[in-house]
């Protein structure tokens, strides 16, 4: 069995970017924790802030439901301010060397959006450092992360390195990609991403759907 540690900027980049793979990993028996650095405050302005993040913190409780994952953790970064600082590094590294993921998913290097940008970048330093004997104010175990994975969101993969077979999963994508309504009511996204992997499927991986990935480590 392995430990599968999805990152996600905000609630439902996890669902975009491996809701498939995520399925397919609970189906295998495999433990996977979704991490949300935001609660997506900041997407929306007819709720306050709060609202919206408490609201959009359930959307995602049901979405990993329906996907078969039930650990969840929020980080409540605010939505659009994510840093690369000494707070964050300490947090994140501190939750690697705790729950000891084998397999890590994080937004790849050229994603568009910024939260996802440095995102990324917390991720690749926490997974290196947690790794080596430093930094004992992140936890006194270093944990070495295998493999670091690299999805697509709103920016696809110029060079895909990866690609998982979704198409027993992508039902279940989708229904879980609906339960964040409160985004869908702007943007039907979810039709873009059914296209975007039957693309994936067709054009890059040889199958009905597919989501495509880098190998980051
Ligand atoms: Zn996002």
Redesign the pocket.
């Known amino acids: 069995m392995q430990h599968v540690l999805i990152v996600?900027?905000?609630p439902?980049?996890d669902i975009i970017g491996c809701g498939g793979s995520i399925a397919k990993h609970c189906k295998a028996g495999n433990q996977v924790t979704i991490m949300y650095m935001t609660s997506g405050d900041a997407g929306g302005i007819q709720y306050s802030k709060e609202d919206l993040a408490a609201l959009r913190e359930e959307e995602a409780s049901k979405a990993a439901n329906h996907l078969g994952v039930s650990n969840l953790i929020f980080l409540r970064i605010a939505d659009g301010y994510v840093e690369f600082n000494k707070e964050n590094l300490i947090r994140i590294t501190s939750i690697i060397r705790d729950i000891k993921p084998d397999i890590v998913y994080i937004p790849h290097s050229q994603d568009g959006?910024r939260?996802?940008q440095v995102t990324h970048l917390l991720l690749m330093e926490a997974c290196q450092r947690s790794g080596a004997p430093f930094f004992p104010e992140c936890g006194l175990q270093p944990w070495r992360v295998t493999t670091i994975l690299g999805y697509e969101?709103w920016t696809p993969i110029q060079e895909v390195y990866y690609c998982e077979d979704i198409c027993e999963f992508i039902e279940q994508k989708l229904a879980a990609l609906q339960m964040h309504l409160s985004q869908l009511e702007y943007c039907r996204y979810d039709e873009a991403i059914k296209g975007f992997n039957r693309y994936r499927g067709i054009m890059t991986a040889g199958c009905d759907y597919s989501e495509c990935f880098t190998l980051l480590k």
């Open positions: 996600a900027p905000h439902d980049d959006n939260d996802h969101v």
